[in-house]
């Protein structure tokens, strides 16, 4: 009997819904490095992994993969490639729009490209991922004015969003009013960390506490602690993220081994 989209997708879903919520963002830059993902997820305690990007790292374990069309387009993650990388890679889900709200995409422009290039896929999707700002339009300001303009149209499984603040209080403040404001909506948390200057002692304290929450909150699905690399490659790769976190969040140490932040992960 051949079923249908529809039960394949309720399929799906059922299985995903029984993993761990915890995850890798794990960047580019990784390849090649002695970052093995497969310290985390070897053992059931981490069982999802993205990279900003639609394809898959060569050094993938045995975990749910997924892609992210973080841009419209780019060179290396070619909207044209979208949908073959999909089947090609057998993404569990979709990441979509990196930051729209930071980046400059109109809630308008975002729903019409949602709406061509998202919606077809027939995997679990999300929304988005807006940034924790409060200033007027942005953050979730900016995702209640895509929803308004989608009405219904734009289908998706969960919202997706980051949070960069100060303190423990501030992380929890955030996720609940994003509940209280989409109280029908699943959440998955896609990048967050404490700010500089937080030092690694500072940021084991506050996953030491955010872990466990979010592990408890039912609407919240999915999370992915910023970030799955060590701090030679961060700081070498990426000084836009050092300047705003510095590097006392990463996973991994700079020999390839567990950090103090990443083993709270595996608890």
């Not at 374990?61 to 997924?66: R, S, T």
């Not at 609940?176 to 304290?205: C, D, G, H, W, Y």
């Amino acid at each position: 009997m051949k079923l249908s989209i529809f039960a394949v997708t309720a399929a799906l879903a059922s299985v995903v819904s029984a993993q761990s919520k915890r995850g890798l963002a794990y960047p580019w830059f990784n390849e090649g490095e002695n970052i093995d993902p497969g310290r985390f997820t070897n053992g059931g305690k981490v069982t999802w992994m993205y990279n900003w990007e639609t394809w898959r790292p060569a050094r993938t374990p045995a975990v749910n993969f997924i892609g992210t069309q973080a841009k419209k387009d780019s060179a290396a993650s070619p909207i044209g490639q979208l949908h073959n990388r999909w089947r090609q890679q057998g993404w569990t889900d979709v990441f979509s729009l990196n930051e729209p709200d930071f980046n400059d995409i109109s809630p308008q422009e975002a729903v019409d490209w949602y709406l061509q290039h998202i919606n077809p896929m027939t995997i679990r999707k999300g929304l988005p991922a807006v940034t924790s700002s409060t200033d007027a339009g942005k953050g979730l300001d900016w995702l209640q004015n895509f929803l308004n303009i989608c009405n219904g149209r734009c289908y998706h499984d969960y919202i997706n969003l980051h949070w960069y603040g100060s303190n423990i209080s501030q992380f929890k403040t955030h996720i609940q009013n994003a509940n209280r404001r989409f109280p029908n909506k699943k959440i998955v948390i896609s990048e967050f960390s404490l700010v500089r200057p937080a030092t690694q002692a500072q940021q084991q304290s506050f996953f030491n506490e955010a872990i466990p929450w979010l592990d408890a909150q039912g609407y919240v699905i999915m999370y992915f602690p910023f970030v799955a690399t060590s701090p030679t490659l961060l700081q070498g790769n990426d000084g836009a993220a050092v300047d705003h976190v510095g590097t006392g969040g990463a996973l991994f140490n700079n020999d390839g081994t567990v950090s103090a932040v990443g083993q709270i992960m595996l608890r």
